[in-house]
T-cell receptor, first 112, second 118 residues
Framework: RKEVEQDPGPFNVPEGATVAFNCTYS??????FFWYRQDCRKEPKLLMS???SGNEDGRFTAQLNRASQYISLLIRDSKLSDSATYLC?????????????FGTGTLLAVQP | NAGVMQNPRHLVRRRGQEARLRCSPM?????VYWYRQLPEEGLKFMVY????????ESGMPKERFSAEFPKEGPSILRIQQVVRGDSAAYFC????????????????FGSGTQLSVL
């Protein structure tokens, strides 16, 4: 089983739609969770951290369910500029390592 | 406030040559990570370094790959005797420190080096 699993998509949605991405992780000891965004052939950029209480940043809402080892990202009122690959990221565990473990990403294509 | 700087952006090598990829972390950051992204795949962790120390190299291939982060100068990822399967985007990231604070957990990525092996 992969450490971080995501539906690869693609998700093709019209402008203005609401879209949700899901992610599961295998290690129950994982402590920190993030969503990153990667545009084609560019570097990943942090979109938001994910907390147990859930957090919202504008049109983006992230949720964490520790019991189910499940992370979600909700995008409301999709814009063309939201088209990208969304990476679910879990902080590695054990020792002093601070490495982040990336899912393979979910591709979002917002259509005009 | 310069971000993470990687060079070169594109590197072309013939099979059997050596590739050297450089990464300068953000100002104030002492932790460097290297990731590799194969075409149509996710980012795979390779190595985590602090100044003059390798902290975690669990993602590094056993042969031909090495990394360093000297006291002075950039971090170097070195690939000896490259093969076509080494063709990928190599991303470097940096962070401020390891700890419970949220800022220390965030990684900032460079623009990557695209390695092409002919």
């Amino acid at each position: 089983r992969k450490e971080v699993e995501q539906d690869p998509g693609p998700f093709n949605v019209p402008e203005g739609a609401t879209v949700a991405f899901n992610c599961t992780y295998s290690n129950s000891a994982s402590q920190s969770f993030f969503w990153y965004r990667q545009d084609c052939r560019k570097e990943p950029k942090l979109l938001m951290s994910v907390y147990s209480s859930g957090n919202e940043d504008g049109r983006f809402t992230a949720q964490l369910n520790r019991a189910s080892q499940y992370i979600s990202l909700l995008i409301r009122d999709s814009k063309l500029s939201d088209s990208a690959t969304y990476l679910c990221v879990v902080k590695g565990y054990g020792g002093a390592t601070n490495k982040l473990i990336f899912g393979t990403g979910t591709l979002l294509a917002v259509q005009p | 406030n310069a971000g993470v700087m990687q060079n070169p952006r594109h590197l072309v090598r013939r099979r059997g040559q050596e590739a050297r990829l450089r990464c300068s972390p953000m100002k104030g950051h002492s932790h460097v990570y290297w990731y590799r992204q194969l075409p149509e795949e996710g980012l795979k962790f390779m190595v985590y370094l602090q100044k003059e120390n390798i902290i975690d190299e669990s993602g590094m291939p056993k042969e031909r790959f090495s990394a360093e982060f000297p006291k002075e100068g950039p971090s170097i990822l070195r690939i000896q005797q490259v093969v076509r399967g080494d063709s990928a985007a190599y991303f470097c990231a940096s962070s401020s420190w390891v700890g419970a604070e949220a800022e220390g957990e965030k990684l900032f990525f460079g623009s990557g080096t695209q390695l092409s092996v002919l």
